[in-house]
């Protein structure tokens, strides 16, 4: 069974996650970003969410890890949570 690593930053509105992609095309740190403004638990840890095998996140979000090219940042992605930009890490 497929397994991937992935990080996020959570954010409440659509406009706020396309200021920070533009910002990580820049060149600003993930890592950074995430620490700084994701709601999630995991901006702690840069917003990384460790493996995770598909069906153990939301649809769309599982959509982008399991199917979108790996290392580059896919999102706004909308989910109950807010919007997500997305990175996998690997796949395999």
């Not at 690593?5 to 706020?16: D, F, G, P, Q, Y």
């Not at 969410?49 to 649809?59: H, I, Q, S």
């Amino acid at each position: 069974m497929a397994v991937a690593s992935a990080r996020h930053i959570l954010v409440k509105t659509k406009a706020e996650a396309e200021k920070l992609k533009q910002q990580l095309e820049k060149g600003e740190d993930f890592a950074r970003l995430a620490k700084k403004h994701s709601q999630c638990n995991s901006a702690k840890r840069g917003g990384d969410l460790g493996e995770f095998r598909p069906g153990t996140m939301v649809k769309a979000f599982d959509d982008v890890v399991f199917r979108k090219k790996v290392l580059e940042i896919h999102g706004p992605v909308k989910t109950k949570f807010g919007f997500h930009l997305i990175q996998t890490l690997y796949r395999s």
